[in-house]
């Protein structure tokens, strides 16, 4: 994939992780150790990486995949899901490993749990990331999960430094941001232009429980523009280094299904960036974004610019 900067150009969103299969299962209850719990229904879907470039491509955000994908009825499902989002696939196909899947527990509430095996996403390599040429203007997109896997994650921390200042750089570290080792993680810190994770992620991150505490304390860590703190029903905050933290209150809704709902925040947020929008503007673009899908069942159900309007009341 090349990019190629000129007049007229748009950004895009060049996305570095994930995309797999989810196994989602709609529970009474989780299964206790042993146990077995009987679903209320089922669905095999294509998710992970999905859900952000998803949420990206509904605000008019041309989105490039440039994770890995495999050889298998996995992978078969990922490639055709992408091409009906019209994303862009950049990496060839593994030939010996299919792609990963993921079980996804949700609970009554709309919480969700995750079992992950990992499979062909989780071998991008420096020869893989050579062939990813982002132009000024484009945001790479980075997750926790390939920052966590034992190739992904040193090749993609030597790799975002070889970057332009110009490109933008959005990480999502996600669940498993404990398991990024500290090697992989402080280099990806220094080159992150925008951080945006849960309370819980910033929490383990920083030792601080409380939202706006934990914002300040990433912002001196990361986010040469900036940090964001999504808190579910109360919105997300904002760090920008050197300024006061701002809390950005979402939407009330009825929650049917978390699930994709950060991915969801993120792929907005990040279009709305690439839009030219402020950075205030952008999270409360985002936080609709995400109040819109937990109203629906599935991984990927981003809603649109035009219903995102809507909510927000504008034209």
Do not use: K
């Amino acid at each position: 994939m090349t990019g190629h900067a000129g007049p007229g150009r748009t950004p895009r969103l060049v996305h570095t992780g994930n995309a797999i299969v989810d196994v989602v299962m709609y529970l009474p209850r989780l299964p206790e150790s042993g146990g077995d719990v009987l679903a209320s229904e089922s669905t095999v879907t294509v998710g992970g990486g999905l859900n952000v470039m998803v949420a990206a491509t509904r605000q008019g955000l041309t989105v490039a995949y440039a994770g890995m994908h495999g050889t298998g009825p996995f992978g078969e499902l990922v490639r055709g899901r992408l091409a009906e989002e019209g994303i862009e696939v950049v990496q060839p196909r593994l030939p010996d490993r299919d792609t990963g899947f993921s079980v996804v527990m949700v609970e009554p509430g709309g919480e969700r749990t995750f079992a992950t095996g990992a499979g062909a996403e989780a071998g991008l390599g420096p020869a893989d990331l050579a062939r990813i040429i982002p132009a000024p203007g484009d945001l790479v997109y980075v997750t926790g999960y390939s920052l966590a896997y034992a190739v992904n994650g040193p090749a993609l921390a030597d790799w975002l430094g070889t970057l332009d200042a110009d490109v933008t750089v959005l990480v999502d570290p996600g669940p498993l941001v404990a398991e990024i080792p500290r090697p992989v993680l402080e280099p990806v810190l220094a080159r992150t232009d925008w951080w945006s994770c849960n309370e819980r992620e910033a929490r383990l991150l920083t030792g601080h429980a409380e939202p706006l505490a934990a914002a300040t304390a990433l912002a001196e860590r990361t986010g040469r523009a900036g940090v964001l703190v999504r808190t579910g029903p109360d919105g997300a905050v904002l760090a920008v280094r050197d300024r006061v933290p701002v809390v950005v209150p979402t939407f009330p809704v009825t929650v049917l299904d978390t699930n994709g709902a950060g991915d969801a925040h993120v792929g907005a947020f990040a279009a709305a960036l690439a839009g030219g929008l402020d950075p205030v503007d952008a999270v409360r673009r985002a936080n609709a974004a995400a109040a819109l899908t937990v109203t629906r069942r599935g991984p990927a159900t981003a809603p649109t610019a035009e219903e995102i309007d809507d909510l927000l009341g504008t034209d």
